[in-house]
């Protein structure tokens, strides 16, 4: 989930696609906003900030999986230490993965990691820092939409695979939506290969709660910061002192989701167009999704998968499941 959107970068398609989607969701009854625009520059720092929050549990119990539980993780690509290529869809900084890849060039395994990522900073800069700290490893970075660019990433070896994709970021789509990624991931993949995915759990309904509103208000700054990112590129005049934050997470569904709410009647402009909101009106602006083992199991299944581990933190509040493509 690392979006650079700086202006400057950003392409005039790009920038066309944004104000569309924009002006598509604001003109919906009830209103919406795709989170995946709340990653711009301001909002990976934010995102950065959240990770760091003592509330926000999700970094720190997959931290804890990939710094002890390596050797677990890697017994079912034992097969593959002749050869394997190691694919990570939305890489980041790589913070969780070094620890496995550490390990893998610790015991031997002939691999290459493919670092995806949509920010050819953030491609760039794993490129030129990770092989400082992991010396030895082969790195093809791939900058790029998740799967355009797993096809190139599959495309240029025959060898098997491993898919990481970490974070609960997929816990930011809808389930529907979710088991349409897994089976898109499927397709994309040969019988054997093996996919390493986290999900967030669902847990007592409180600490969830308080993981999406934390104490400093750094998620309110993160969601808040899609309006700026609209004033800032799509010219609009939001007023953001005039929205809160507002997250609720149900129990039954394990939906947590996020909206921005209107604290007066008002009008705001982007571009040419007005936008009239109501006093308490809400945008629906993220869903953070969460599962039971069974669920997660299910999706598996549901997808062309076999589960082969599943590996918790010592809370037992999140996971990191390995599956292999049938
Ligand atoms: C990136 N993703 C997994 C985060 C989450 O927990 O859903 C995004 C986030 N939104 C608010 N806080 C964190």
Known sequence: MNETSDPISLSAKALREFRDDVLAGLKKEPKELQSK??????????????MRAPEYYLTDCEMEIFKEQCADMAAPLNDFRDGLDVIELGAGDA??????????????FNFTYYPIDISANIIN?????????????KIQGIQGDYFQALKKAVATSSRPKLVMFLGGNIGNMPPEEALEFCIE??????????????FDLKKDPWLIFNAYNDHGGITEKFNLNLLSRINRELGANFDTSLFHHYENYDPETG???SYLISKAN????????????REHEHIFTETSQKYTSEQIGAFASGSGFESLLKL????????????RAV
Request: hydrophobic share 40%; charged share 25%.
């Open 125 to 137: 800069i794993l490129k030129d820092q990770l092989p400082e700290r992991l010396p030895g490893i």
């Open 95 to 108: 913070a969780k993965s070094y620890y496995l890849l550490q390990y893998l060039i610790s015991q031997g």
């Open 312 to 323: 918790t933190d010592s809370k037992d509040w999140f996971t990191d499941v390995i599956w």
């Open 37 to 50: 625009y709340l990653y711009d520059a301001e909002g990976d720092e934010l995102f950065r900030q959240i």
């Open 185 to 198: 991931l499927r397709r994309n993949l040969s019988p054997g290969d093996r996919v390493l995915m986290g």
């Open 255 to 257: 939906a947590c989701k």
């Open 266 to 277: 008002q009008v705001v402009t982007i571009g040419a167009q007005q936008i009239s909101f």
